[in-house]
């Protein structure tokens, strides 16, 4: 099997199976690509388009051709020395519905059903009402209307002897023990008889195999006709549209081991651990043995037959224990790797974590995993191609147009107290009520309330500048101490100070004190419950707050605004480029690399187009007075202001800019028509994760309606003025965004670390958020249009196609597949550049063993293209520019990957005009490679 040296990341669904990627993996081999990167391929909710919400994790999802499809992708991947990594969801489980058997019969059992103790429940509700209940939010509307209105009804499994209730897709299993009230309400003597045994489960010590047999005979006396239709009459007693209906039925369900309650109902009273605040993803508890063992059944078997070849753990920060987790995952991943068969053991078996790092933060070392999916370099790219000179004006307008805050830091913490006090109320009381717990059980702490823990918990984690801490037995990491400290100091600034004492007691009880200083007992397992439900709050804290409503409230420059990025940081130099490559050589030299994936925000090429505004602002600021000028006549005027307001007009300007399609013209009207579904696809997003004029729980029909008729006049009206002078400027915009686009995906592929390449961005990516970056990628005209040995002139000179990117991918991948340990484990060497340009060219070499490769990329380029309608910067603009390379390449001819000169270093440096005379981006490596090599 080859190394791993670069992923294709593809999203399965039923529409995309497992054989639809076996018919392209010759393709995939040809573009250089080592491994396939797997969305979740377990069972999940049936119709999925994600794999996130399994519902079954003991085998492949059927949709996608099962485990004999995965074996077929496997066997064509070995044909050409390719392995496979697959997607995990540790976290959590789809709940609701009616397919996950797991939580059907906790449902059904309650704390008595073994697969209670799978999911993140709280039994002990404060709430009287949820005492030993579970709360079940998925009515469309409050419970007693729901009755009432007959949309909650009694159903007969007849097959398998059981009693459920139905509400549209959801159903709610009866408990067995309250089967006999049922029974009771027909003549028929049997099954009156049978209701007496249900009665007696009551008390029976082992009921849960005493109903299983209950049932079976129920089931083989529902065979008789009549005694069938005589229990369905029996059902209809409990239709709910009458009172006499509605007390039987509603007497019945209050004796169940669940309440059902209005989805409205989950952000207050919610006493189970949701994925952020989505009702139908349950969280797990896989810090527990049996836990973690069931749910990870099939993926071991997978790795011990050798079909997988490495793991990408989904939204590590929701699990209680991240480094346990990661550590006993590893342990086990080791072993298996030593029994595979023969021809699949490999040296090692990489496992990667979907963790968001903020600025100063590192993943931890001690965790066993290789790195993570790359959201940290997306950023650090997206940085290097802003220019430092946009922001002051680029603020100006956003606040001049908006009258909104350009302080995104800001916005982030009015979002973060929106969302603990809103969708994330109910954990965030669950939090609040552990610490009451830890601090009744101290005698100098039990005064204080719970208004107070309240009060400087909320500031505390609105505060907070990190996704999460890691508190393990001896109290916080060093690590993360700052980024703690950092919270409390800002509390401090917005808390009154008369609660300031409780920061110290918050900062002690979440990790300042170790718990080996607490006696063992009930103190020391509140005090553990209460940091592990913190940190479990504060990641969906800041996911709801920053990538879910900050991130569509402010707009400086979208291009800012993605997973992973922190808005308020603009632009990093060189120098810090440089010193994260570095950093990430020494520690995480296998750390995944990506520039899209399946949750951006923006596809990699809209993010790069509109980077390109950072050193335009002033041209920019001027375009959007005009076209808001033209645009008055499709602003409407409701009662709670324009329509749609001026902060969702830049929005829609932005959005328009990054992502008109560079073959769309003013005049088509078919594919405007397209291209105005997308677009209001996203508006309707964005103006509902705002949460300013709409929201997703309460949709404002007259705003989103007059924000819907602005874009589809815009796009699609008579008056084509504004069109076209928006689809103009995109255009002009467009050469200079493609050169950020190669530049990026070429920083990608050789700065240390493996490329992850994301489903279609072989081509031009100018996706939105989801579910637009995951739209069907026609992958047969990727495949007929691949030529590895057209010329760079020729695919420059048709750029708008896209197949400059996808053979500028393909020649660099097959150079990493060729020199695996150049560029996985090669030094990584800034490159000074000097002369008048020297601003505008970012240069680094990699080198192992005397092995050497030089990476020339543009950045801020948008003035040295002078309006040239192609991605390429003249060779004379360059000037003197030269950049300074090692004194051990001193006469070595180096070879230039993307030409087929040769270029030999001299004292007085590389001349930058002689190298980027063809494409403004350009690789040079020690002689000894052809790009067939990694084909023989």
């Not at 070995?78 to 392995?83: F, K, T, Y």
């Not at 070849?309 to 006993?328: E, K, N, Q, S, V």
Request: aromatic share 8%.
């Amino acid at each position: 099997m080859k190394p791993l040296t670069a992923t294709l990341r593809l999203q399965f669904h039923r529409d995309f199976t497992l054989d639809d990627a076996t018919a392209l993996v010759d393709y995939f081999a040809a573009l250089g690509i080592s491994h396939l990167y797997a969305s979740p391929l377990l069972t999940a909710r049936p119709g999925s388009m994600h794999g996130y919400d399994v519902i079954d994790p003991t085998r492949i999802n059927p949709e996608l051709g099962g485990e004999a499809a995965l074996r077929r992708l496997v066997d064509a991947l070995r044909a050409r020395g390719m392995g496979l990594i697959l997607d995990i969801v540790s976290n959590h489980m789809a709940v609701g519905g009616a397919g996950n058997p797991w939580w059907l019969d906790v449902l059904e059992w309650g704390k008595r059903s073994p697969y209670a103790q799978f999911y993140d429940i709280e039994w002990n509700s404060p709430d009287p009402l949820l005492e030993g209940q579970l709360l079940v939010p998925f009515l469309g509307s409050d419970y007693g209307e729901a009755l009432q209105q007959g949309n909650v009804v009694l159903r007969l499994d007849v097959e398998n002897g059981a009693l459920y209730a139905e509400h549209y897709e959801h159903r709610f299993p009866l408990t067995p023990p309250s089967y006999g009230e049922v029974l009771r309400q027909t003549e028929h003597p049997q099954l009156r008889a049978l209701a007496q045994h249900f009665d007696a489960l009551k008390t029976e010590p082992a009921p849960y195999l005493a109903a299983q047999r209950l049932r079976a005979d129920l089931a083989q006396q529902l065979e008789d006709a009549d005694t069938r239709q005589q229990l369905e009459q029996a059902l209809s007693r409990y239709d709910a549209t009458n009172a006499e209906g509605f007390q039987r039925l509603h007497a019945l369900l209050e004796r169940q081991h669940y309440r059902l309650a209005s989805w409205r109902t989950a952000a207050d009273d919610i006493n189970w651990r949701r994925f952020f605040d989505i009702n139908e993803l349950g969280g797990l508890r896989v810090e527990r043995p049996v836990v973690f063992e069931q749910t990870h059944a099939k993926v071991f078997q997978l790795l011990a037959d050798g079909l997988v070849d490495g793991l990408r753990i989904d939204h590590i920060d929701g699990l209680a224990d991240p480094r346990g987790y990661c550590r006993r995952l590893r342990r086990r991943v080791d072993r298996l790797n030593a029994a595979r068969p023969p021809e699949a053991v490999q040296d090692h078996v990489p496992i990667y974590v979907e963790k968001i790092l903020a600025a100063g933060e590192h993943l931890h070392d001690d965790w066993g995993v290789d790195g993570t999916t790359g959201y940290e370099f997306m950023n650090q790219v997206s940085l290097l191609q802003h220019d430092p000179a946009g922001q002051a004006p680029l603020c100006a307008l956003w606040s001049d147009t908006s009258g909104r805050p350009a302080d995104f830091l800001e916005e982030a913490r009015q979002a973060r107290q929106l969302v603990l006090t809103g969708p994330l109320a109910g954990d965030f009381e669950a939090v609040a009520q552990a610490l009451l717990q830890v601090a009744r059980g101290d005698v100098m702490t039990r005064d204080i309330t719970l208004g107070q823990i309240r009060r400087a918990l909320l500031e505390l984690i609105v505060h907070f500048p990190v996704y999460r801490t890691y508190i393990a037995a001896p109290g916080r990491r060093a690590a993360d101490e700052p980024f703690f400290q950092q919270a409390l100091e800002g509390a401090r600034t917005t808390l009154g100070e008369s609660d300031w004492p409780l920061l110290e007691h918050l900062q002690r009880w979440l990790g300042g004190e170790s718990l080996r200083d607490l006696p063992p007992g009930p103190q020391r397992k509140l005090r553990r419950y209460a940091c592990a439900r913190f940190q479990q709050l504060t990641s969906p804290a800041a996911a709801k707050a920053v990538e879910d409503t900050a991130c569509y409230r402010s707009a400086v420059l979208l291009s800012r605004n993605d997973v992973g990025f922190d808005p308020q940081r603009f632009s990093a130099s060189p120098a810090d480029f440089h010193a994260e490559c570095m950093q990430r050589a020494e520690h995480l030299p296998h750390n995944l690399l990506t520039t899209a994936t399946h949750d951006h925000k923006r596809g990699e090429d809209t993010r790069a187009r509109i980077a390109v505004l950072s050193e335009r602002a002033h041209w920019f600021a001027g375009k959007v007075q005009e076209w808001r000028a033209l645009a008055a006549d499709l602003l409407q005027t409701l009662d709670d202001g324009l329509a749609p307001s001026p902060a969702d007009e830049l929005l829609l300007i932005q959005t328009l800019l990054g992502s008109w399609p560079l073959e769309l013209r003013a005049d088509d009207r078919e594919g405007l028509s397209g291209y105005c579904e997308r677009i209001l696809q996203w508006q309707r997003k964005a103006v509902r994760e705002a949460k300013l004029r709409s929201t997703w729980a309460a949709p404002n029909e007259a705003y989103e309606g007059a924000c819907q008729q602005y874009v589809e006049r815009l796009l699609l009206g008579d008056d084509a003025r504004l069109r076209q002078a928006i689809a103009a400027a995109a255009l002009e915009l467009a050469p200079a965004g493609a050169l950020n686009s190669l530049a990026q995906t070429l920083l990608r592929m050789t700065t240390p670390g493996v490329p992850d390449l994301y489903q279609g961005a072989d081509y031009w990516d100018f996706s939105l958020v989801d579910p637009d970056n995951r739209r069907p990628v026609d992958f047969a005209a990727r495949r007929a249009s691949f030529d590895p040995d057209a010329s760079s002139a020729e695919l420059l000179a048709a750029w708008h196609d896209g197949r400059i990117k996808q053979w500028l991918i393909a020649r660099t991948l097959n150079l990493r597949l060729a020199r695996p340990q150049l560029f996985t484990g090669g030094r990584y060497q800034p490159l000074a550049v000097e002369g008048a340009q020297a601003k505008h060219l970012l240069a680094f070499a990699r080198e192992a063993d005397g092995d050497w490769l030089v990476v020339l990329v543009p950045r801020l380029s948008s003035a040295l293209l002078d309006g040239s309608p192609l991605p390429r910067i003249a060779a004379d603009r360059w000037g003197d520019t030269r950049v300074v390379l090692p004194e051990a390449l001193d006469g070595r001819p180096l070879q230039r990957l993307f030409s087929s000169t040769a270029v030999t270093f001299q004292r007085a440096g590389l001349s930058v005009a002689q190298v980027l005379d063809e494409l403004s981006v350009e690789v040079l490596h020690t002689t000894g490679w052809s790009s067939g090599e990694s084909e023989q």
